[in-house]
């Protein structure tokens, strides 16, 4: 049985960007641990990067994803909190996750451990943000490349 692709292989050109920025420190677990948790953020306010479901050649349906790539990025502590000020200065949809979360178990403590500290003193160890690919690109000014 041979399946046709009907979808046009002309690349796609987002003028958007999804990034998210951990700390250089980070265990290994730790960074995934922190993408994970902050990109389910971006998907539940910015509804236009969810794709559509996918479905297999038998019609097993799966869930939707992003619509496009999630660009990972790693910096210092001092890089972080730079990004997360320009993240809040062009006012761009962003989550963050604070080194007390490592110690929390559920959402509610998470929050309430976020919103203890003020902002000028968060313990940054991951920033996702999303926005015109030039602005994103200006907030991640000093992040590298995640290897």
């Known amino acids: 049985m041979s399946t046709t692709i009907t979808e046009t292989t002309e690349p796609i050109r987002f003028d958007t960007k999804i990034a ?35 479905e297999d050649a038998d019609a097993v349906a799966y869930l939707p994803m992003f619509r496009q790539p999630v660009l990972v990025f790693e910096g210092t502590k001092e890089v972080l909190k730079a990004a997360h000020g320009r993240a809040l200065a062009r006012a761009l949809p962003r989550a963050v996750f604070t080194a007390d979360l490592f110690s929390t178990g559920n959402d509610r403590d998470n929050r309430a451990a ?24 200006k907030v991640l000014k000093g992040a590298r490349m995640h290897p």
């Open 20 to 54: 998210v920025l951990l700390r250089d420190d980070l265990e290994p677990w730790q960074r995934l641990n922190v993408t994970a948790f902050l990109v389910s953020g971006l998907g539940t306010t910015a509804p236009e990067v969810i794709g559509e479901p996918y």
């Open 114 to 137: 976020v919103r203890a500290v003020p902002t000028a003193e968060l313990d940054l160890v991951g920033l996702a943000v999303y926005g015109p690919r030039n602005g994103v690109d």
